[in-house]
């Protein structure tokens, strides 16, 4: 089993900037990627960027260029920047932790979540 513990979810005005935070515990062994989800109200989720153990990188088109996934594998910790955000970004946002094989992303492990709500 892998625990996960996300952090550092709030409330920004339109155009500022977040940063999440997520520490995995246990079997992490067993995990090769990580990853955040996200799912507004009324809306599917959406995979929104995940990172390897050897830091190869995958982010939403709604995300890219303004999104940033980067990890501490000594920690176990990885990490979403966010900025330029946008109001449309309101979400709560989900820690995973999984496989990734070829380029498929299949998440085993899910955090508790943690809110984002941006301010027009």
Same mark, same amino acid.
């Given at each position: 089993q892998?625990?996960?513990v996300e952090?550092?979810?709030?409330?920004v005005?339109?155009?500022?900037?977040l940063?999440?935070s997520?520490?995995?515990?246990?079997?992490?062994?067993?995990?090769?990627?990580?990853?955040?989800?996200?799912q507004?109200p009324?809306?599917q989720r959406?995979?929104?960027?995940?990172i390897?153990r050897?830091?190869s990188?995958? @982010?939403?088109?709604s995300v890219?260029g303004?999104?940033?996934?980067s990890?501490?594998?000594a920690?176990?910790?990885?990490?979403?920047q966010?900025n330029s955000?946008?109001?449309?970004?309101?979400a709560?946002y @989900?820690?995973?932790?999984?496989s990734? @094989?070829f380029?498929?992303?299949a998440p085993?492990y899910?955090?508790q979540?943690?809110?984002?709500t941006?301010?027009?």
């Amino acid at each position: 089993q892998v625990q996960l513990v996300e952090s550092g979810g709030g409330l920004v005005q339109a155009g500022g900037s977040l940063r999440l935070s997520c520490a995995a515990s246990g079997s992490t062994f067993s995990i090769n990627a990580m990853g955040w989800y996200r799912q507004a109200p009324g809306k599917q989720r959406e995979l929104v960027a995940t990172i390897s153990r050897r830091g190869s990188t995958n @982010y939403a088109d709604s995300v890219k260029g303004r999104f940033t996934c980067s990890e501490d594998n000594a920690k176990n910790t990885i990490y979403l920047q966010m900025n330029s955000l946008k109001p449309e970004d309101t979400a709560v946002y @989900y820690c995973t932790a999984g496989s990734d @094989y070829f380029g498929a992303y299949a998440p085993d492990y899910w955090g508790q979540g943690t809110q984002v709500t941006v301010s027009s």
